[in-house]
T-cell receptor, first 111, second 114 residues
Framework: GNSVTQMEGPVTLSEEAFLTINCTYT??????LFWYVQYPGEGLQLLLK???ADDKGSNKGFEATYRKETTSFHLEKGSVQVSDSAVYFC??????????WGAGTKLIIKP | DVKVTQSSRYLVKRTGEKVFLECVQD?????MFWYRQDPGLGLRLIYF???????EKGDIPEGYSVSREKKERFSLILESASTNQTSMYLC?????????????FGPGTRLTVT
């Protein structure tokens, strides 16, 4: 069935480090892929998305590329800041207008 | 900007009380969703709705009901609150399109049942 697997957290990095959060998916067809971010005490916000193979989504210095051959959509950022500390969710669209969610990865950035 | 608002950020209720959580969106979205979020369990779908007066059960509907009388408003009802319903509740909405239907979330309601 449909599923999304994310790397377990928490992920702890120092400021200005390079970030990768892995995400792989299982789905039929060609789903759209999403990364959402949840800052402490808030709801989820769409960070970026990609709708077809080889598309690159980007926003706020974050990037992710839709890799059909490896069914992956890894999130990357070249230099993280303390303000990037949050929980990050990977998702893809499933049937009936629902999103299939990963478990979330907590990111902690230390100054 | 799409706006999804929820009636309360924090709510404290007693066991056995009937609880209403309200969600309103201003982008004329057809689809609306209620999730609960618990540490270590991620997001779990409670109910969703494709249209006015329509509702579908999600993964964990037990102990909850919903109401959608107007397109912009989707209410979650806890008929008789219990302590195991203490959680963060998130409402979301999306357009009814074929693909790429990203969801827009409200700020969440943190409910504590004592």
């Amino acid at each position: 069935g449909n599923s999304v697997t994310q790397m377990e957290g928490p992920v702890t990095l120092s400021e200005e480090a390079f970030l990768t959060i892995n995400c792989t998916y299982t789905a039929t067809g060609y789903p759209s892929l999403f990364w959402y971010v949840q800052y402490p005490g808030e709801g989820l916000q769409l960070l970026l998305k990609a709708t077809k193979a080889d598309d690159k989504g980007s926003n706020k210095g974050f990037e992710a590329t839709y890799r059909k051959e490896t069914t992956s959509f890894h999130l990357e950022k070249g230099s993280v800041q303390v303000s990037d500390s949050a929980v990050y969710f990977c998702a893809h669209d499933g049937s009936n207008y629902q999103l299939i969610w990963g478990a979330g990865t907590k990111l902690i950035i230390k100054p | 900007d799409v706006k999804v608002t929820q009636s309360s950020r924090y709510l404290v209720k007693r066991t056995g009380e009937k609880v209403f959580l309200e969600c309103v969106q201003d982008m004329d979205h057809e689809n609306m969703f209620w999730y609960r979020q618990d540490p270590g369990l991620g997001l779990r779908l409670i109910y969703f709705s494709y249209d006015v007066k329509m509702k579908e059960k999600g993964d964990i509907p037990e102990g909850y009901s919903v109401s959608r009388e107007k397109k912009e408003r989707f209410s979650l009802i806890l008929e008789s609150a219990s302590t195991n319903q203490t959680s963060m509740y998130l409402c979301a909405s999306s357009r009814r399109i074929v693909q790429g239907y990203e969801q827009y979330f409200g700020p969440g309601t943190r409910l504590t049942v004592t």
